[in-house]
């Protein structure tokens, strides 16, 4: 059996009393692509961005690459790493997110460029070529100069793919990456999604696009109030949900 | 009776081709006649007023006067700079999480904030009375009366004082900017400072320069204040001349026009520093 990727194992989290994650263990294998589905409040993203860092489990742990994220275990104590050793780790994984988060003051090429040179320390004109050819792979090659407010939603988000793809993550992780866009900008999106899932990347999708989780992912999970409900292939989950809530939470997507 | 036609109905004629007639605005005419009045009524006043015009036009490019201007300026943009620098790092501090950076910042702020300027240019004047001799120990050291001079107390006086209302300011503008831009800096690896430098100030800066720019013009009229301890700016050089020849007002209109003239410069300047830091805000506009 291939060792997972992402080892996820009895996370819990809560937030002022409010409970965002309850036990939830999940593995993601190298090369799968996984989505995460469920109602606002289910804790899917919260789980996204955990893996991420973005957000601390307040107990269990979550294996990247088999490296354990966050804390460091000596004798009976977990130790947290230090800010840098966590921004170490997360140069494993690239994020993004609903709201594009572009850096408005910076251009396309700008935006991809930050990481390599602030992070990877590459020279300028290295970096400069790396990025004009990520921002080829995502087809905007030519809007390398335009600043993110004089890009579509869907040209922003594409931006803030290749942003993430500039730091050669193993994992990518997409929160709700078409939420925010108009109805007819989620297709450019979904496309470069499924051209990086074909390219063999491992994905966490937290998304709302059905007919996506479908035909790209591996494997959909299900969660409803901080709790996985039900996990299998698309088919199985999507089609011929075992479940009552998960039932319910598509039928009334699917209205 | 209903139109047989289909469309529209009737009784709403095409009015695109009569003309819109101007209206009078008696009010407005009424307004303003009676401040041309009053402007002229002041122009005369001055005019036959005890003021010697001829001594405002001599007096406005004597050297000392000049003189005074440019350690005016020089004071201003010295206390200012000082002013940023001391305002980034206690805003930043302040948004620090460990609780002794941001509790010292805000009891700087509470402290020049809470004292009048020129009480605290006095305080640094007169600190060889509390601290004789100042320096670091076994390097070096000297009298305080020799070091405190006039310049540098009314650096430190007025630069501190800055620093504590530059720190509000900044604040207000590092949060303005969004938290998910955090994230995605984060997300991409970058560390706390390399954040802040790259992703966050200069955000911040598009909200912190119009309330900078109002501080900067306040500044070039406060350094007036360091006169009372002997600074030699344009309004304590102006009094020096009418303490000799007894024009008080003339010498003051001579101040005043410099101060207005630099301040009238400053203004474009503050407009051209905003469109450097909107890159990217407004381009959709334009």
């Known amino acids: ?255 | 009776m209903m139109d047989a036609r289909p469309g529209l109905a009737p009784g709403f004629p095409d009015i695109s081709a009569i003309p819109v007639a101007r209206r009078t605005y008696y009010g407005r005419w009424f307004a303003a006649a009676v401040i041309i009045l009053v402007l002229l009524a002041l122009a005369r006043a001055f005019a036959h007023g005890q003021i010697a015009w001829g001594v405002v036009g001599t007096f406005l490019t004597v050297p000392v006067i000049l003189t005074g201007l440019v350690n005016t300026l020089v004071m201003s943009v010295l206390a200012m700079a000082l002013g940023t620098v001391l305002g980034v790092v206690a805003a930043v501090m302040r948004l620090s999480p460990n609780p002794v950076l941001s509790g010292s910042s805000a009891f700087y702020v509470w402290l020049f904030r809470g004292t009048p300027v020129i009480l605290q240019l006095l305080l640094w004047f007169n600190l060889a009375l509390v601290f004789p001799t100042i320096g670091i120990p076994g390097i070096w050291s000297g009298r305080a009366v020799d070091i405190m001079t006039p310049f540098l107390s009314a650096l430190l006086g007025l630069g501190i004082n800055q620093g504590a209302y530059t720190s509000e300011i900044v604040r207000a503008g590092i949060l303005s900017v969004d938290a998910g831009q955090h994230e995605a800096a984060q997300a991409i690896g970058m560390g706390r400072i390399a954040t802040l430098r790259r992703i966050i100030l200069p955000q911040a800066m598009r909200v912190v320069i119009p309330p900078l720019g109002n501080e900067f013009i306040s500044m070039i009229k406060t350094t007036s204040l360091a006169s009372v301890i002997q600074y030699p700016e344009i309004l304590h050089n102006a009094e020096n001349i009418y303490y000799a020849n007894s024009r008080v007002i003339e010498l003051l209109i001579v101040a005043g026009f410099w101060y207005l003239v630099v301040v009238s410069i400053l203004s474009p300047l503050q407009h051209l520093l905003e469109r450097r830091f909107a890159r990217g805000a407004q381009v959709h506009g334009r």
């Not at chain 1, 994992?171 to 051209?195: C, N, Q, Y």
């Not at chain 1, 709790?227 to 011929?240: D, F, N, P, R």
Request: hydrophobic share 45%; aromatic share 4%; net charge positive.
């Open chain 1, 1 to 255: 059996m291939t060792a997972p990727l992402v080892a996820i194992r009895h996370v819990s989290k809560t937030f002022s009393g409010h409970r965002a994650l309850q036990d939830v263990s999940l593995d993601v294998l190298p090369g799968k692509v996984v989505c995460l589905i469920g109602g606002s409040g289910s804790g899917k993203t919260t789980l996204l961005r955990c893996v991420n860092q973005l957000t601390r489990p307040d107990t269990g742990g979550i294996w990247l690459d088999g490296e354990l994220l966050g804390v460091r275990q000596a004798g009976d104590k977990l130790h947290r790493l230090t800010d840098r050793e966590i921004a170490r780790q997360r140069l494993k994984t690239g994020m993004v997110f609903q709201r594009f988060n572009l850096f408005p003051h910076m251009t396309a090429l700008g935006n991809v460029m930050e990481g390599l040179v602030q992070v990877q320390k590459r020279g300028r004109a290295l970096a400069e070529a790396e990025a004009q050819a990520l921002l080829a792979r995502v087809g905007l090659a030519e809007k390398a100069g335009n600043y993110p407010a004089q890009l579509s939603g869907g040209q922003q988000q594409r931006v803030a793919i290749a942003r993430a793809l500039a730091m050669k993550p193993k994992l990518m992780l997409f929160d709700e990456p078409t939420s925010a866009l108009d109805p007819e900008l989620v297709g450019e999106v979904l496309a470069v999604m499924r051209e990086l899932a074909r390219s063999g990347m491992t994905m966490i999708v937290v998304t709302h696009e059905l007919a996506f989780a479908r035909e790209v992912a591996d494997h959909v999970v299900f969660m409803d109030r901080a709790t996985i409900v039900e996990q299998g292939s698309a088919e199985q989950v999507l089609t011929a949900p075992r479940e009552r809530r998960t039932q319910d939470f598509l039928s009334a997507v699917l209205g």
